[in-house]
């Protein structure tokens, strides 16, 4: 047997492959995020130590599905959709986790914790039957994810959360803003990916673009710029406290 027919793991990578890249790149990119935040977790004190722990996580999660789907996709050459939807079904809950966290010191309660999940599970799973089930009718459950996203975008930046994160001021309420905009801008990118890779009206306009690669590069900016939001406010709350104490 020839060895090299053996591990596909050996498999080249076609230069123009931008697919198997990202997922390889989006791999470690993860795994040295998840290896960060796990490291820098005894630094802080305990009220910030379980937001860093989310946010290794996060990125740990994503570095173990993202090892799957460069796998599958270098076995394949198929969009590896089930894993990606397992891989947000965890992890997007998650980042709703730590809105929640860090509103928490503010008074928030676990009620906006729930809603902010439920309506991120909603998102997901709609999204999920559009790219599958029911892929002839992917631009309608596209809208109902889209929905499900809008109303998360109205309750964090105009909601019972901003509410909060403006009585609590100072950093937790800049932190809580950035985080607002990696999900208006940050989230955004997916729909782009949804649309690329779907067939509908839109095809026109998005058709020309890989789902795999809009996706990873969304996946990027949003689980590792995310974590590293709630990183930068527990080093400044903690600095904080060291300079009164
Ligand atoms: C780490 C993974 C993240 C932050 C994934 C976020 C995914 C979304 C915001 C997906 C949104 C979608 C729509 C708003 C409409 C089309 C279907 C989706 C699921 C791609």
């Known amino acids: 047997m020839n060895l090299l027919t053996l591990p ?10 931008y697919v198997a890249f990202t997922f390889f790149v989006g791999a470690m990119a993860m795994m040295a995020a998840a290896a960060f935040f796990f490291l820098s977790m005894s630094s802080f004190d305990r ?15 994503a570095a173990v599905h993202y090892w799957y789907m460069r796998d599958y996709w270098q076995m394949n050459a198929e969009s590896p959709t089930f894993f990606r939807y397992v891989d947000w079904i965890l992890t997007v809950p998650l980042m709703c986790v730590e809105f929640y966290l860090i509103l928490k010191v503010a008074g928030a309660k676990k ?5 902010l999940i439920f309506l991120s599970v909603v998102m ?3 999204g999920y039957l559009g790219e599958t089930v029911y892929r002839d009718a992917a631009w309608f459950w596209g809208l109902v994810s889209g929905i499900a996203y809008f109303v998360i975008v109205y309750e964090i930046w105009l909601g019972s959360a901003k509410k ?9 309420l800049s932190a809580h803003k950035t985080l607002c905009w990696f999900v208006l801008v940050g989230w955004a ?14 095809e026109g306009v998005f058709g020309g673009l890989s789902l ?5 590069i969304g996946d990027a900016i949003n689980k590792i710029g995310f974590g590293l939001v709630v990183y930068n406010l527990a080093v400044i709350a903690t600095e904080k406290k060291q300079v009164e104490a």
Do not use: C, E
């Not at 997916?190 to 649309?195: L, N």
């Not at 795999?212 to 990873?216: E, K, L, M, R, T």
């Open 164 to 172: 909060i994160a403006v009585q609590a001021g100072g950093a937790v």
């Open 124 to 126: 997901l799973v709609t």
């Open 8 to 17: 596909t793991i050996l498999d080249k990578i076609a230069s123009d492959d």
């Open 111 to 115: 009620s906006l914790m729930w809603k």
């Open 189 to 202: 990118i997916y729909p782009i990916g949804y649309m690329a890779g779907t067939p509908g009206w839109y």
């Open 212 to 216: 795999d690669v809009v996706y990873n």
């Open 47 to 61: 009220k910030w130590k379980t937001s860093i722990l989310v946010s290794g996580l996060i990125t740990f999660i």
